[in-house]
T-cell receptor, first 112, second 115 residues
Framework: AQSVTQLGSHVSVSEGALVLLRCNYS??????LFWYVQYPNQGLQLLLK??????LVKGINGFEAEFKKSETSFHLTKPSAHMSDAAEYFC??????????FGKGTRLHILP | NAGVMQNPRHLVRRRGQEARLRCSPM?????VYWYRQLPEEGLKFMVY????????ESGMPKERFSAEFPKEGPSILRIQQVVRGDSAAYFC?????????????FGPGTRLLVL
C-alpha cells in the first residue's frame, strides 16, 4: 500500500528565505510523485510531477523537487519565498493503478 | 478551454436532506475522480469513474453515498440523508487518460455544510 507523510502541518518562512517542504512516501513499486498547491477556497493546482527520468523536477512559480529513492523522499524547495507563495501544499503518490494518495498537507506562511 | 467546473460552490443542507454535487470535466476528459477534504486533513479518494462506469469506489462510504457519470451530462455525487459529519469540501478532478502518471485537473470544489 502506498502512503505519503508530510512533515510539519505548518511551516513559516520569511519573505526571501528558502522554502523547504518535506515529503516522504512509501510505495512497493516505482512511484509517480506530485506536488499540488491549494490557495484559499480554490481547487488544487499541479506544481510539478515526477514520473521517470531526471530526478530533479522543475515546476511552476520557481518551485522544484528532487526524487531521492534511497531516502524515499520528494521534498519541495524554492530558493526565495514570495508573499504570494502562502498557500497549502500537498504531496501525492500514485502508481499504475491510477489512484493518487495525498498527504495531509503543509500550510506555508510567509512572514514579511 | 474551460477547466473542471463544479456546482454549486457552496451548499447548505439540514440533517436528513439530500445533497447533489455536480462536476463537469475538462473538454476531452473522460475520467473523473471525487475527493473529500475535511478540515486539517488531506484529500481522501472517494471514487473513480469513466463514462457510464464506476471503476473504483473503494473510498466511498458504504451507505448514503453514490456517484454516477452518465453518457451525457456532468458527473453527480449524491449524498442521501446527510449528517453533520458529511460537512466537508468535495473536489472533483478529471484526466484525459487512466494512467497513474497522468495529471489530474481539479475543480474549485463544493463546500457542503450540514446544519
Amino acid at each position: 500500500a502506498q502512503s505519503v507523510t508530510q512533515l510539519g502541518s505548518h511551516v513559516s518562512v520569511s519573505e526571501g528565505a528558502l522554502v523547504l517542504l518535506r515529503c516522504n512516501y512509501s510505495s512497493s513499486v516505482p512511484p509517480y510523485l506530485f506536488w499540488y498547491v491549494q490557495y484559499p477556497n480554490q481547487g488544487l493546482q499541479l506544481l510539478l510531477k515526477y514520473t521517470t527520468g531526471a530526478t530533479l523536477v522543475k515546476g511552476i512559480n520557481g518551485f522544484e523537487a528532487e526524487f531521492k529513492k534511497s531516502e524515499t523522499s520528494f521534498h519541495l524547495t524554492k530558493p526565495s519565498a514570495h508573499m504570494s507563495d502562502a498557500a497549502e501544499y500537498f504531496c501525492a503518490v500514485s502508481n499504475r493503478d491510477d489512484k493518487i494518495i495525498f498527504g495531509k498537507g503543509t500550510r506555508l506562511h510567509i512572514l514579511p | 478551454n474551460a477547466g473542471v467546473m463544479q456546482n454549486p460552490r457552496h451548499l447548505v443542507r439540514r440533517r436528513g436532506q439530500e445533497a447533489r454535487l455536480r462536476c463537469s470535466p475538462m473538454k476531452g476528459h473522460s475520467h473523473v475522480y471525487w475527493y473529500r477534504q475535511l478540515p486539517e486533513e488531506g484529500l481522501k479518494f472517494m471514487v473513480y469513474l469513466q463514462k457510464e462506469n464506476i471503476i473504483d469506489e473503494s473510498g466511498m462510504p458504504k451507505e448514503r453515498f453514490s456517484a454516477e457519470f452518465p453518457k451525457e451530462g456532468p458527473s453527480i455525487l449524491r449524498i442521501q440523508q446527510v449528517v453533520r459529519g458529511d460537512s466537508a469540501a468535495y473536489f472533483c478532478a478529471s484526466s484525459p487518460f487512466s494512467k497513474g502518471q497522468e495529471t489530474q485537473y481539479f475543480g474549485p470544489g463544493t463546500r457542503l455544510l450540514v446544519l
